[in-house]
T-cell receptor, first 113, second 115 residues
Framework: DAKTTQPTSMDCAEGRAANLPCNHS???????VYWYRQIHSQGPQYIIH?????ETNEMASLIITEDRKSSTLILPHATLRDTAVYYC??????????????WGLGTSLAVNP | DAGVIQSPRHEVTEMGQEVTLRCKPI?????LFWYRQTMMRGLELLIY????????DSGMPEDRFSAKMPNASFSTLKIQPSEPRDSAVYFC?????????????FGAGSRLTVL
């Protein structure tokens, strides 16, 4: 699986968009980008995933560059409840019987009032 | 659905004691995962099951750890004997099928402290 690189920490003002970057320069053609987050004292929570097209759901938007070497998770109107560690994971969609996700350290996002 | 349910939420025990953590996955999910999280090592996959059968237990630290899934709605992770270095948050997660392979739903976790 491709390795990902994320900033250690970021700050965002409440109500503003939070843009969380992820570099995955060694991504292969059939690997997807997945985003999870972990709010303090809770289990990780799936947010969104994509292959090459931009994706949007009720939680966030995922923008993947044309060369697929990097992506950005966008929280359009961050709230205090979005304060969490955000993990970017690259993985084959059909993992067969290899289901080990590599979590890394993620980005600690602090949303400030 | 109530999501993935784990118990106990907190466990404090003494070194040498047996610890059993429990998990009820989301109904209909055919994959179940046990993860451990510590500050030093982050999130680590310990073992996962598919249709109640253990598929990969390569992450289980040593023979003191064992996991079972007697049916589709219940799994246990047992540590015997427990040691202080086992102190961590243990998460159970479940997912459905091939298309949902990497979309996991996690429980709230069981925080274990071994004194």
């Amino acid at each position: 699986d491709a390795k990902t690189t994320q900033p250690t920490s970021m700050d965002c003002a409440e109500g503003r968009a939070a843009n969380l970057p992820c570099n995955h320069s060694t991504i292969s053609g059939n690997e997807y980008v997945y985003w999870y987050r972990q709010i303090h004292s809770q289990g990780p929570q799936y947010i969104i995933h994509g292959l090459k097209n931009n994706e949007t759901n009720e939680m966030a938007s995922l923008i993947i560059t044309e060369d697929r070497k990097s992506s950005t998770l966008i929280l359009p109107h961050a709230t205090l409840r979005d304060t969490a560690v955000y993990y970017c994971i690259v993985r084959h969609h059909n993992a067969g019987n290899n289901r080990k996700l590599i979590w890394g350290l993620g980005t600690s996002l602090a949303v400030n009032p | 659905d109530a999501g993935v349910i784990q118990s106990p939420r907190h466990e404090v025990t003494e070194m040498g004691q047996e610890v059993t953590l429990r998990c009820k996955p989301i109904s209909g999910h055919d994959y179940l995962f046990w993860y451990r999280q510590t500050m030093m090592r982050g999130l680590e996959l310990l073992i996962y099951f598919n249709n109640n059968v253990p598929i990969d237990d390569s992450g289980m630290p040593e023979d003191r750890f064992s996991a079972k899934m007697p049916n589709a709605s219940f799994s246990t992770l047992k540590i015997q004997p427990s040691e202080p270095r086992d102190s961590a948050v243990y998460f159970c997660a479940s997912s459905f099928g091939i298309s949902g392979a990497n979309v996991l739903t996690f429980g709230a976790g069981s925080r274990l402290t071994v004194l």
